[in-house]
């Protein structure tokens, strides 16, 4: 079930903060927060999309409002972070080791 996988994947370890030197299965997001605020962590290429969903959440100030999330960088070109990419790990999105990608984070105002 889908609330299981959820589960499965809130037990994946989140690797926080720029090492400085990214390996060939880790790659470095910006994550670029609504009000200008940008958080760098860390995520191995093969951790799901749903990690990061999971990590914007937590760091959103307002979280009773919808977000949306899209990415970008070295041959990602301004990829929607939706439902439909929940299945798929960081990889499978286009997403290389030992490169630095940006997640938009926009919160529109209701």
């Known amino acids: ?8 994947l809130m037990r994946v370890p989140d690797v926080g903060g720029d090492s400085g030197r990214l390996g060939h299965d880790k790659a470095c997001l910006n994550f670029k927060l609504p009000g200008g605020q940008v958080n760098t962590h860390t995520f191995q290429v093969t951790a799901g999309a749903f990690d990061v969903y999971t990590k914007v959440f937590e760091m959103l100030p307002d979280k009773e409002r919808q977000f949306f999330i899209e990415l970008s960088g070295p041959g990602v070109n301004r990829r929607k972070l939706d439902d439909n990419s929940f299945s798929l ?13 940006d997640v938009q984070v926009s919160q529109p105002r209701q």
């Open 89 to 101: 790990d960081l990889q499978g999105m286009g997403i290389q080791g030992g490169k630095t990608y």
């Open 1 to 8: 079930s889908q609330r299981q996988e959820r589960r499965e």
